[in-house]
């Protein structure tokens, strides 16, 4: 014997419809794309470009350098005179960089004492009450002793108490002072180590032998890793002209990168050489543009009389910069991006219902044919779904 009620639940049951879900075929057909575009993402751009199944490790690098080269000049001032490397490198050693000096104004044999000042509008002076006793100004050679006297016979200026004669730098020497330094060498070693995979190289390769040092120049085409450069040559690298920068000076990049994979064998690490101009050459802004300082060089005489040299130098500074990264396979990185991939695979669909019902031209039509509304019945209800409940 069945009950009224439990015939009504077990009806009720299987008359209710059901939504089913079906999706549009042209929506599968775009998720399979999504997912193949995903596939070669993963396989095409994370694993064979980018190495997702390596480890990496940044360099460790030391740079030393030694330049070379001869130059003669000839001025009234000085006479003949041989430049060595004495001369133009200052100082003799730097960290991963080199000075050249390639034009220069010599302030010679000054002694302190009172001397005019150089005119300019702060300076120039008619009367002793324009100068004012123990000034100084941010461009003053010296102090002022309040004085006003002849800097020539048509120009007075304020007395200072400084090293006299003053130095006067407004005419800078064009052509360069060194023009010989274009075909200085400059030698560059350098030593990198990769600690997580305790790898070390130098740039001077195992194949490069003493007869080949003694007399190779770097040449991307013909010597690439040569380790000797011609001056001259990483200025033109660089796309600039090397007798126009080494009158006002500048600073050059000498770039070395390093990019090992060390699933490879060793030889093949080797350094890449580049170059470019790193301070701004910018023909719109032609404020204090080049590179240089002061230093001077000192002497006293029998009486005890001190005097010195003062020298304005300008020059190139070649920055040596070291970067670069290697790579070994390692089993954790491969399982972070295999996992990454397949967790991808997951947001194909999301994202292709994305595209699908909001970006495309007939997203309408896509979202109203996304899901059909199916009325399922397992069973036909009897007398049009009223039922009778026959008690036994």
Request: glycine share 6%.
């Amino acid at each position: 014997m069945v009950s009224c009620g439990a015939v009504q639940s077990f009806l009720f049951e299987y008359d209710t419809p059901r939504i089913v879900l079906i999706r549009s075929r042209k929506v599968g057909l775009i998720n399979r794309g999504v997912q193949l575009a995903i596939l070669a993402y993963v396989i095409g751009w994370v694993f064979v470009w980018e190495k997702g199944y390596q480890e990496t490790d940044s360099v460790v690098s030391s740079v030393t350098t030694k330049v070379k080269g001869v130059t003669l000049t000839n001025t009234s001032s000085l006479g003949a005179r041989i430049w060595d490397v004495a001369d133009y490198v200052i100082p003799p050693q730097e960290e991963n960089s080199v000075f050249v000096m390639t034009n220069v104004i010599f302030t010679l044999n000054q002694t302190q004492g009172q001397c005019p000042e150089l005119p300019d509008d702060k300076t120039e002076c008619g009367k002793n009450n324009s100068c004012v006793p123990g000034y100084v100004s941010t461009h003053s050679n010296g102090i002022q002793t309040g004085k006003c006297v002849n800097y020539n016979d048509s120009i007075k200026t304020c007395e200072v108490f400084a090293w006299c004669p003053v130095e006067d730098d407004y005419h800078i020497p064009k052509p360069a002072f060194l023009q010989g330094a274009e075909n200085f060498t400059i030698l560059v070693k350098n030593n990198i180590w990769y600690p997580k995979f305790n790898f070390t190289k130098r740039n001077i390769l195992p194949t490069i032998n003493s007869t080949y040092l003694k007399n190779c120049i770097y040449d991307s085409q013909t010597d690439p890793f040569c380790p000797i450069f011609r001056l001259g040559k990483i200025v033109e690298a660089a796309g600039q002209n090397f007798q126009e920068m080494a009158v006002e000076g500048g600073v050059m990049g000498l770039q070395i990168k390093w990019d090992c994979n060390l699933d490879r064998a060793a030889s093949h690490c080797v350094p890449k050489y580049s170059f470019r101009r790193l301070d701004n050459k910018d023909t719109a802004h032609t404020v204090s543009p080049g590179y240089n300082f002061r230093f001077a060089k000192y002497y006293k005489d029998s009486s005890g009389l001190e005097s010195r040299t003062l020298v304005k130098a300008y020059g190139i500074r070649f920055d040596i910069i070291v970067f670069g990264k290697a790579g070994k396979f390692d089993v954790i990185p491969t399982m972070i991006n295999i996992g990454s991939g397949l967790a991808l695979f997951g947001v194909a669909t999301v994202l292709c219902d994305l595209v699908v019902l909001n970006c495309m031209k007939k997203k309408y039509y896509y979202r109203e044919k996304k899901y059909k509304y199916v009325e399922d019945y397992e069973m036909v209800s009897i007398n049009e779904g009223r039922v009778r409940c026959f008690l036994l």
